[in-house]
């Protein structure tokens, strides 16, 4: 499957922005699909990721009760929709995807995502 995620942008803190990416194949539905972020200089981290029926999520501790992954099977798409943002959310945002995962959502990390997308850049003013 091939990703595109678009909906970055600047925001200031506290506001709002949606992610989506969109993926194209026929097979989205079985993906189970995450967010990551990257700052220069620093690891790429697991942001939120869904399960592929949407039934599961997980979110990391720092953004938990701020940020919603959901996807539509329908429109091949994942979205992050991202509230109170803070100026530390700066970061490059990639979505990614993988099939056949055997193992608990909280406990995937970057290595077990084999299909990525572009990132799409966040920029949270303070």
């Known amino acids: 499957v091939q990703l595109q995620a678009s909906g970055g942008g600047l925001v200031q803190a506290g506001g709002s922005l949606r992610l989506s990416c969109a993926a194209s194949?026929?097979?989205?539905?079985?993906?189970?699909m995450g967010w990551f972020r990257q700052v220069p200089g620093k690891e790429r981290e697991l942001v939120a990721v869904?399960?592929?029926?949407?039934?599961?999520?997980h979110y990391a501790d720092s953004v938990k009760g701020r940020f919603t992954i959901s996807r539509d099977n329908v429109k091949n798409t994942v979205y992050l929709q991202m509230n109170s943002l803070k100026p530390e959310d700066t970061a490059v945002y990639y979505c990614?995807?993988?099939?056949?995962?055997?193992?608990?959502?909280?406990?995937?990390?970057?290595?077990?995502?084999?299909?990525w997308g572009r990132g799409t850049p966040v920029t949270v003013s303070s």
């Open positions: 194949g026929r097979t989205f539905s079985s993906y189970t």
């Open positions: 869904i399960s592929w029926s949407g039934g599961s999520t």
């Open positions: 990614a995807g993988s099939r056949f995962l055997v193992r608990p959502l909280w406990e995937l990390v970057r290595a077990d995502f084999s299909s």
